[in-house]
């Protein structure tokens, strides 16, 4: 069955420490990774993919195929990363290219 | 539009009556995805259109939940006799083409409280 485990669901930090934000997948076929970002009073939006290899907002993320995961991680979180974070997978499952969404995990940086 | 407008931002109906939820996409774009959110937990998906067909809706929980866009572009999701388990976001994404390439834009959502 296809899924995502995020297994924190509230992460807290200090401003300047390093963030990873965990996720493993489940999937039998090639899977895209991607990682959406929700704001306070915001709505969802793309933060990165897997495919582009990018950093966003000092962000990166890693496909991980032996271990199944796409762990987020930042070297130093910043007060504006605080945010609710959903890893999703998407491929070709069932002939449409739908997401599958993790649980999500709130990012709390403090100063 | 700028981006994936969705109405009414909130709703609240009893249990038992029919509500529609709108969803007006970036222009253009062809693929158009609702997921519904519970709270405490990641989006759901629910159906896919591709242009004016649904590709895919696998996701809706039942037969009291619909959805159309009938000219490729507005899509509307309907349900009927609706129940307090309703109760959650629901949520709007448009692409240009496969999420994979390109990902989705999202609405900001409906919020449905059934009472």
């Known amino acids: 069955a296809q899924r995502v485990t995020q297994p924190e669901k509230l992460l807290s930090v200090f401003k300047g420490a390093p963030v990873e934000l965990k996720c493993n997948y489940s999937y039998s076929g090639s899977p895209e990774l991607f990682w959406y970002v929700q704001y306070s009073r915001q709505r969802l939006q793309l933060l990165l993919r897997h495919i582009s290899r990018e950093s966003i907002k000092g962000f990166t993320a890693d496909l991980n195929k032996g271990e199944t995961s796409f762990h987020l991680k930042k070297p130093f979180a910043q007060e504006e990363d605080s945010a609710m974070y959903y890893c999703a997978l998407s491929g070709h499952l069932s002939g449409t290219y739908k997401y599958i969404f993790g649980t999500g995990t709130r990012l709390k940086v403090l100063a | 539009g700028a981006g994936v407008s969705q109405t009414p931002s909130n709703k609240v109906t009893e249990k038992g009556k029919y509500v529609e939820l709108r969803c007006d996409p970036i222009s253009g774009h062809t693929a158009l995805y609702w997921y519904r959110q519970s709270l405490g937990q990641g989006p759901e998906f629910l159906i896919y259109?591709?242009?004016?067909?649904?590709?895919?809706d696998s996701g809706l929980p039942n037969d009291r939940f619909f959805a159309v866009r009938p000219e490729g572009s507005v899509s509307t999701l309907k349900i009927q006799r609706t129940e307090r388990g309703d109760s959650a976001v629901y949520l709007c994404a448009s692409s240009a083409g496969t999420a994979a390439n390109y990902g989705y834009t999202f609405g900001s959502g409906t919020r449905l409280t059934v009472v």
């Open positions: 259109f591709q242009g004016t067909g649904a590709a895919d």
